[in-house]
């Protein structure tokens, strides 16, 4: 908002200029004014006056654009940098997760096996209960149990 009220406060003057020169050379055209250099010239030294103010204007936009693009430049560099740190975390997160995904599979197959021995266990306990032998590795009756023999 700011730059927009600066450049028309240029255009303003740059234009004020401009018109006072023309209301000079037309004050001299009907004789209100005598007849000197600034009069005869009043024309031209407000069109010069108005080039040098739009010049004014236009360095003034230039370094309003400068340093917008420096802020932009630093913005884009910033959000670089937060983007290669993102896709570090994503790679790790999917590298924990791949971990994992391994780590559960080999755990439910191992669960896979360890149920068929005490189910197994179970199947001799009950085949043998009636003669009474009982072997030290039928005692296990519990994943816990068998866990602790492992």
Do not use: C
Request: net charge positive; proline share 1%.
């Amino acid at each position: 908002m700011r730059e927009k009220k600066r450049n028309a406060y240029f255009l303003f003057t740059a234009f004020s200029v401009l018109a006072i020169g023309v209301i000079g050379n037309a004050l001299l055209v009907f004789a209100v004014i005598p007849t000197n250099f600034f009069s005869v010239h009043s024309s031209q030294i407000g069109s010069a006056l108005e080039l040098i103010i739009f010049t004014f204007l236009l360095i003034d936009r230039y370094q309003i654009i400068s340093q917008e693009k420096q802020k932009t430049a630093l913005q884009l560099l910033a959000a670089h940098d937060e983007n290669k740190l993102l896709n570090s975390q994503v790679n790790q997160m999917q590298k924990l997760e791949t971990i994992s995904r391994l780590t559960s599979g080999i755990a439910h197959d191992f669960n896979n096996i360890l149920t068929g021995m005490l189910g197994y266990n179970e199947l001799n306990k009950w085949l043998y209960l009636g003669f009474k032998v009982f072997s030290t590795k039928l005692k296990v009756t519990t994943k816990a149990e068998l866990y602790r023999v492992f």
